[in-house]
């Protein structure tokens, strides 16, 4: 099995970067997956590193170190919007997640 | 889009109730998994399918089972409700072809009493 380690909050203001790490011990990892929830919402997909190195999808970006066991998700030019939980998940081969207890990112104007 | 429905938001039982939470997607999806979300605790895998009538134990199966007749559909069953599996439960799909992505349905919040 896998589990994985998050900061339970981060508090930033409008148009700041936020860095969310995700630290990870694992069985048969195979990827590192970006969940994004909003309150009373579903989580939805953001983004996924199976090689290591950095992915860029608009102002989210995320990043693997498969020696380091570690991973995070940059959030850029920070908008309300974005206030959220974020949850690193680990995948296997089969596609199963393991997902980490969750960020509460809280940003303020 | 994908779509995944859940067939109730919200939904209240009583303890040692048989309780069925349907779940629905339209994209064809191979995979099907069941989570359930507590605070402080992110989502934790219950039962997952990768194929008609196939299923698998998650990581906190007890005192639950799914059923997937159709590709399209995957049930979860509480046999005998109890307080501490008031929770909100989570539907997902996944394509194999895709199987990082998972499409979550909205979520049913139960409560046991």
């Known amino acids: 099995g896998q589990s994985l380690e998050q900061p339970s909050e981060v508090t930033a203001v409008e148009g700041a970067i936020v860095q969310i790490n995700c630290t990870y011990q694992?069985?048969?990892?195979?990827?590192l997956s970006w969940y994004q929830q909003h309150d009373g919402g579903a989580p939805t997909f953001l983004s996924y590193n199976a090689l290591d190195g950095l992915e860029e999808t608009g102002r989210f970006s995320s990043f693997l170190s498969r020696s380091d066991s570690y991973g995070y998700l940059l959030l850029q030019e920070l908008q309300m919007k974005d206030s959220a939980s974020y949850f690193c998940?680990?995948?296997?081969?089969?596609?199963?997640?393991?997902f980490g207890a969750g960020t509460q990112v809280v940003v303020t104007p | 889009d994908v779509k995944v429905t859940q067939s109730s938001r919200y939904l209240v039982k009583r303890t040692g109730e048989k309780v069925f939470l349907e779940c629905v997607q339209d994209m064809d999806h191979e995979n099907m998994f069941w989570y359930r979300q507590d605070p402080g605790l992110g989502l934790r895998l219950i039962y997952f399918s990768y194929d008609v009538k196939m299923k698998e134990k998650g990581d906190i199966p007890e005192g639950y089972s799914v059923s997937r007749e159709k590709k399209e559909r995957f049930s979860l069953i509480l046999e005998s409700a109890s307080t501490n599996q008031t929770s909100m439960y989570l539907c997902?799909?996944?394509?194999?072809?895709?199987?990082?992505?998972?499409?979550f349905g909205p979520g049913t919040r139960l409560l046991v009493l």
């Open positions: 998940a680990g995948t296997d081969s089969w596609g199963k997640l393991q």
């Open positions: 997902a799909s996944s394509s194999r072809d895709r199987q990082e992505t998972q499409y």
């Open positions: 694992t069985s048969g990892f195979y990827g």
